[in-house]
C-alpha cells in the first residue's frame, strides 16, 4: 500500500495513549519506497524525521535528501540540525584543540626572516645567513673541502705540504745517493729530508737551510739524555737515601775472629787485668767496699805551693804591684807644711807654707 494510501489518527476521533499509529503518518513508513514518497508528493520539509520499518533506521529530511539518524540520539527536535558529511563523524571533535593551538602561534605574514617576507615562500641565499656558497668549495678564494675521512684532499693543499724530497746532503748540495753521485736541485716551496740525519731543510734560493735541528739520544755532549733515566735520577735525589759508599749496620761480635768480617772487632785488647779492668776498681780494689768512698789517694789530691811567682797573680785597677824603686821615689819627695811659725825642725827638702 502506497503512503498517499495510508491515514493517520483523526483528529477528530477520540485520542488515545495507546494509539496503534502515530498522529503524524509520516513519522514511520514500512519501506524506502514510501519515505522517498513522501519527497515525490511534497508532503515532507527539512527537518522532517522518518522511521523506516524494512531497516530499522531514522532518516532524517535535509532539505535535498535524506540522512540516517544514528542509532540513540533520536531527539523530539532537530532545531539547528547539521547534515552528515560522508567520513565525518558529528559526536567527535574532529578539529582537534592541539590543531587549534597551531593555528593560533602560527606565524603572522608580516614576519620576515632576514628581510623576506612569509607572504610567499621564502628562498635564502648563502649570503644572507653568512654561509659559504657552494661556488666556493674546493675553488680558489674559496675554502678547502673534507674528503670522507674528514681530510683536506691533497689536490687543495699547497705544494710544500705533500712535496717532501728525501737525499743526502753532503758538502751544502744534496744528492739522491749515499755515494753522492747524483745531485737534487733545490727548489722553494719544497721540504728536504737528508736520511743520513734526519734533518729537514727549506731551499732559501741559494743554499739548503735547518728547518729544526732533530735531537738524537745519547750520554755526549751533543746528544739528548734519555728522559726516563733522567726521571729516575731526579726522583731519587729528592728522595731521603743513604750514600753511594754507605755499608750496611752490623752488630759486632768479640768473638769474631774472621778479619774480613764486618762484625770483626780490630784493635782490640788480647787480655784484660786479672780484676777484669772495672773502672770501679783500683788495684784490684772495689771502690765502696773494701776502698771506703770518700778515699783519697795522694797521687790525685791538690798541695798549694807555699810561695809562688808573681807572675801568677792577675793584677787589675785597685790591685797593684808596687817596685822599691817606685816606694824609695815616694819617699823621697819634699814635705810640705802650712804653719804660722817655722817647724823646730823638718826633714830634708821641706817646704814651710805660714799662715797668718
Known amino acids: 500500500m502506497g503512503f498517499a494510501d495510508k491515514k493517520g489518527i483523526t483528529v477528530a476521533s477520540g485520542f488515545k495513549l495507546q494509539a496503534g499509529a502515530l498522529l503524524d503518518a509520516r513519522g514511520q513508513v514500512e519501506t524506502l519506497a514510501e519515505r522517498d514518497e513522501l519527497v515525490t508528493l511534497n508532503a515532507v520539509t527539512a527537518g522532517l524525521q522518518v522511521y523506516v520499518k524494512e531497516n530499522k533506521t531514522a532518516y532524517v529530511y535535509n532539505g535535498t535528501g535524506w540522512d540516517e539518524v544514528p542509532k540513540g540520539n533520536m531527539s523530539g527536535t532537530?532545531?539547528?540540525?547539521v547534515s552528515k558529511e560522508e567520513g565525518k563523524g558529528l559526536s567527535s571533535n574532529d578539529y582537534t584543540d592541539e590543531e587549534k593551538a597551531k593555528v593560533a602561534a602560527a606565524v603572522p605574514s608580516a614576519r620576515k626572516v632576514n628581510g623576506?617576507?612569509?607572504?610567499?615562500?621564502?628562498?635564502?641565499?648563502?649570503?644572507?645567513?653568512?654561509?659559504v656558497p657552494a661556488t666556493a668549495k674546493g675553488a680558489a678564494g674559496g675554502v678547502a673541502e673534507l674528503d670522507s675521512t674528514g681530510k683536506?684532499?691533497?689536490?687543495?693543499l699547497p705544494s710544500y705540504v705533500d712535496d717532501v724530497i728525501e737525499?743526502?746532503?753532503?758538502?751544502?748540495?744534496?744528492?739522491?745517493?749515499?755515494?753522492?753521485?747524483?745531485e737534487i736541485a733545490g727548489e722553494s716551496g719544497k721540504i728536504y729530508v737528508d736520511l743520513a740525519t734526519s734533518k729537514t731543510y727549506r731551499w732559501s734560493g741559494t743554499a739548503f737551510a735547518v728547518i729544526s735541528d732533530t735531537v738524537a739520544l745519547g750520554e755526549t755532549s751533543s746528544?739528548?739524555?734519555?728522559g726516563d733515566r733522567g726521571k729516575t735520577a731526579y726522583e731519587h735525589s729528592q728522595a731521603a737515601h743513604a750514600p753511594a759508599n754507605a755499608e750496611a749496620n752490623v752488630q759486632s761480635d768479640w768473638n769474631?775472629?774472621?778479619?774480613?768480617?764486618?762484625?770483626?772487632?780490630?784493635?782490640?785488647?788480647s787480655s784484660l787485668p786479672a780484676d777484669g779492668g772495672d773502672a770501679a776498681t783500683v788495684n784490684g780494689h772495689t771502690v765502696g767496699a773494701d776502698v771506703p768512698s770518700d778515699a783519697k789517694f795522694t797521687d790525685t789530691v791538690y798541695s798549694h805551693p807555699s810561695t809562688h811567682p808573681a807572675s801568677m797573680i792577675s793584677q787589675d785597677a785597685t790591685h797593684r804591684f808596687v817596685s822599691d824603686t817606685e816606694k824609695e821615689a815616694w819617699n823621697a819627695k819634699a814635705t810640705v807644711y802650712f804653719a804660722e811659725a817655722l817647724p823646730a825642725s823638718a826633714p830634708a827638702g821641706s817646704v814651710c807654707f805660714l799662715v797668718s
Open 256 to 269: 769474631e775472629t774472621d778479619a774480613s768480617s764486618d762484625a770483626y772487632i780490630r784493635n782490640k785488647p
Open 167 to 182: 737525499g743526502y746532503l753532503s758538502g751544502g748540495k744534496l744528492y739522491e745517493e749515499a755515494a753522492h753521485t747524483t
Open 223 to 226: 746528544t739528548a739524555y734519555r
Open 78 to 81: 532537530l532545531d539547528g540540525y
Open 116 to 131: 623576506k617576507a612569509l607572504t610567499a615562500d621564502v628562498t635564502l641565499a648563502a649570503a644572507d645567513v653568512g654561509a
Open 152 to 156: 683536506v684532499p691533497a689536490a687543495q
